[in-house]
């Protein structure tokens, strides 16, 4: 096929490289513009971009698909579908429709459960049993259209939002390709309308952790919020990313360091598996140890 593909993040490389190992001719790839980054804060290219040049494709980088110039550009390229997947940017109704076969949205979560922009954190910060990834053709709402395919997956114990994130993006471009390869026999299953939720974005000032709250509760803020941004507090007056944990036995004041870094919560207790010190790079909890004294209270 003819494709689009429309992408920015880490997330999206794996599909942008499946498609095009598959034989797919993707005429253009769309992309964020280069943003400032590092300390020179200089304009770096996206993952994606990266990856659309070391393959040899036409990359694009519009502000906006608002305007008519770029919406003519885009149906100018006379693709028989597009592909995208956290692009960014919200297609206007012209863009969607200029592919002869539309836009297909590959999205990480079970729809209509997390619609939205957060999906894969806000599973396990709300403790969900499974997640998983949904083909779904695109539509002028957030993510309301009807999907076309989905593979659900279990979320571990102690899985973070890095280690899901990954898997879905595997998953993810696993299940576009077989997609595409079975385009006209796929049926277009309107979502329901009972079950719907939103992942709202991710705010910083979600992360820092409560102990006064049930374990379970900080189990899951802690995994979901890792690698970023990334749960937090003060551990002998210096502030520590929480980057993984689980769930301990033990009771005790909230805030109270049972045993190395085992936690008191408002109920049950939870064992602080990673971590990363201010100015200083993610640990293990044994390595983070050494040398360092949390003292009898974290807050």
């Excluded at 880490?10 to 598959?22: C, G, N």
């Excluded at 040049?53 to 597009?82: C, K, M, W, Y």
Aim: glycine share 10%; hydrophobic share 45%; net charge negative.
């Amino acid at each position: 096929m003819r494709i689009i593909f429309m992408g920015t993040p880490d997330f999206s490389v794996p599909v942008l490289q499946a498609l095009h190992d598959a034989g797919h001719d993707i005429v253009a790839v769309y992309t964020q513009p280069p943003r400032p980054a590092g300390r020179g804060k200089k304009d770096r290219p996206g993952a994606v971009h990266q990856r659309a040049e070391s393959l040899g494709l036409s990359v694009r980088h519009p502000a906006t698909l608002r305007n008519d110039g770029a919406q003519a550009d885009f149906a100018a390229l006379n693709a028989d579908i597009a592909v995208v997947v956290a692009y960014g940017l919200i297609l206007p109704p012209a863009v969607l429709a200029a592919p002869r076969l539309g836009c297909l949205n590959i999205h990480a979560s079970l729809l209509p459960r997390w619609r939205g922009a957060a999906p894969i954190h806000r599973a396990i910060m709300a403790g969900d049993a499974q997640t998983g990834v949904c083909i779904m053709q695109m539509e002028a709402g957030l993510d309301t259209g009807p999907v076309l395919l989905r593979q659900v997956t279990d979320i571990d114990a102690q899985e973070t939002t890095g280690g899901l994130h990954d898997r879905l993006s595997s998953m993810g471009a696993q299940l576009i390709v077989a997609a595409l390869s079975k385009l006209p026999d796929l049926a277009a299953v309107p979502q329901p309308e009972e079950g719907v939720t939103y992942a709202s974005k991710i705010n910083k000032a979600e992360a820092r952790v409560d102990w006064t709250n049930p374990a379970v509760e900080v189990d899951r803020q802690i995994r979901g919020l890792s690698p970023f941004p990334g749960a937090w507090c003060e551990i002998g007056g210096e502030r520590v990313k929480l980057l993984g944990c689980r769930l301990a036995d033990g009771q005790g004041e909230p805030g109270q360091v049972l045993s190395d870094l085992t936690i008191a919560c408002g109920d049950g207790a939870v064992a602080i598996t990673r971590l990363q010190r201010a100015g200083g790079r993610a640990q293990d909890a044994e390595a983070a140890l050494r040398g360092f004294d949390p003292g009898p209270f974290v807050i």
